[in-house]
C-alpha cells in the first residue's frame, strides 16, 4: 500500500546582525547582494535492508498460508535483500529501488529474470513546491501494509495487501494545497512494468486524496481502475488511515472493496462481483526497543475471487496477528502468532483433513540502514 537545508535561520541571523549593526553606528548601510542563490548540490542517499524468517504452521502444511511471502512450513527462509539510490536536486529526484529474493519474486511476479528484481524505477520533477511529476514504476499507493518488511510492524501479511495491487508503471501528477494532497495518473494494467504482446493493453486510472490535518493524523482515500489484460474490468476503493494517540499508542486502519466484472466469452461481462475487507491496528511502544501490534482483519470473498478462487463456495477469513517488534539500532526481531478462522473448512489438519481454522508461529529478523 503506500509508506518516507536550512537556509531561513542563517537569513534570520543575517536579519538580526545587520540590524544591530545599523542601530550602532549611523555610517551608510551595506549594499545589499541581489544575486541569485546557487543551487543546493545533488544529493545521493542509499539505503537498504535484509529479512529473513522461520515459520512453523499448526497444520504443518504450507498450504495453509494464503497471504504473501510466508508460504512455508517449518523452514528457514530468505525474504528479500535491497538497496535503493536516490539522486535529488532542487527540482529533479530518481529512485532506483532494486529487490533479489523470494519476496521480490512475489512482488514483481508478472516479470522474469532480472526485471523481477526492480521494485521501483522512476523520475520525478518539481516546477514548484506545490506539483510534482512523475513518470516509471512504483509501488502502489493502495493499501496499509508496504513491500519492505522494514515498513510493517507485522511481519506476515494481510489478505487486503495479498489481493489488492502492488505497483503501477505510467507516469502521475501530486498536487499539494496546505493539509490536503491530490494524486491522478494514468498506468499500465495493474503490476504490468510491461504488456505482453497478444494481450489488451488498456490503461488505468489511479487517483489519492490525502488529508494531514498534524503529524499526528493521517488520511488516505484511493482508487484504481480500469480494464485488465484479460479483458475483466477492476474498480476498487481504498481508505487508510493513521493516529497517534500518544508517546505510546497508535491506531491504524484500512478498508477497501474490489469490483469486478469479469470476460464470459463473445464480448460479454458478468454482472458485477466483489470482495472487501478491513483491518484494524492497535500499536503499543513501551519504548524505542520493545512495542507490541496486533491486526484484526476481516476478508470477505463470497464471490469467490480471492481466498475461495477454486473451492466449491465462496466465505470469509477473519485474521488475528498479534507480533511483537524488538529492536537494536537497525535491527529488528519479531516474534509472532497468528491465527485465522474461516467460514469454510479451507485449512489443512497434520492428519489430511480440513478446518475452519489454520495458525501459525513465525520468528523474523530485519535489518535496515
Not at 65 to 90: I, Q, R, Y
Not at 106 to 123: C, M, P, T, V
Not at 263 to 286: I, P, R
Amino acid at each position: 500500500m503506500l509508506r518516507k537545508w536550512f537556509i531561513l535561520p542563517l537569513a534570520c541571523c543575517g536579519y538580526a546582525l545587520g540590524a544591530q549593526a545599523q542601530t550602532a553606528t549611523t555610517a551608510a548601510p551595506t549594499p545589499v547582494d541581489t544575486a541569485a542563490k546557487p543551487p543546493a548540490a545533488p544529493v545521493l542517499a542509499i539505503t537498504g535492508s535484509a529479512d529473513l524468517y522461520y515459520r512453523y504452521d499448526f497444520g504443518q502444511n504450507k498450504a495453509n498460508d494464503f497471504t504473501s511471502f510466508t508460504h512455508s512450513h517449518n523452514s528457514f527462509e530468505l525474504g528479500m535483500a535491497t538497496v535503493k539510490l536516490e539522486h535529488k536536486t532542487d527540482k529533479v529526484d530518481m529512485v532506483a529501488d532494486l529487490g533479489f529474493g523470494k519476496r521480490a519474486e512475489e512482488f514483481s511476479y508478472n516479470d522474469n529474470g532480472i526485471l523481477a528484481a526492480i521494485k521501483q524505477l522512476y523520475i520525478s520533477y518539481s516546477p514548484t513546491t506545490w506539483l510534482k511529476f512523475t513518470a516509471g514504476s512504483w509501488a502502489t499507493h493502495v493499501g496499509y501494509e508496504l513491500v519492505d518488511a522494514y515498513g510493517n510492524r507485522n511481519y506476515s501479511m494481510s489478505y487486503m495487501f495479498t489481493y489488492g495491487p502492488f505497483s503501477h508503471t505510467g507516469v502521475r501528477a501530486d498536487f499539494t494545497f496546505g493539509k490536503s494532497g491530490f494524486m491522478i495518473g494514468v498506468a499500465n494494467p495493474t503490476d504490468f512494468k510491461y504488456v505482453p504482446d497478444g494481450y489488451m493493453n488498456k490503461k488505468f486510472l489511479i487517483a489519492q486524496y490525502s488529508y494531514t490535518p498534524s503529524d499526528n493524523f493521517h488520511l488516505y482515500l484511493n482508487y484504481v481502475g480500469g480494464q485488465n489484460v484479460d479483458t475483466s474490468k477492476n474498480n476498487q476503493f481504498d481508505a487508510v488511515l493513521t493516529a497517534k494517540l500518544n508517546g505510546k499508542f497508535s491506531v491504524g486502519y484500512n478498508g477497501t472493496v474490489k469490483l469486478v466484472k469479469l470476460n464470459m466469452g463473445k464480448g460479454e461481462l458478468s454482472s458485477t462481483q466483489d470482495w472487501w475487507g478491513s483491518a484494524l491496528y492497535l500499536n503499543y511502544d513501551a519504548n524505542s526497543h520493545f512495542g507490541l501490534t496486533l491486526r484484526e482483519e476481516y476478508h470477505s470473498d463470497l464471490d469467490q475471487l480471492t481466498v475461495y478462487a477454486g473451492l466449491p463456495t465462496g466465505g470469509t477469513v477473519f485474521g488475528s496477528t498479534l507480533s511483537a517488534n524488538i529492536k537494536v539500532d537497525g535491527f529488528t526481531f519479531i516474534p509472532e502468532v497468528r491465527v485465522d478462522a474461516a467460514s469454510q473448512p479451507i485449512f489443512l489438519t497434520s492428519g489430511g483433513g480440513s478446518t475452519k481454522t489454520g495458525g501459525s508461529f513465525l520468528l523474523a529478523a530485519i535489518y535496515s540502514f
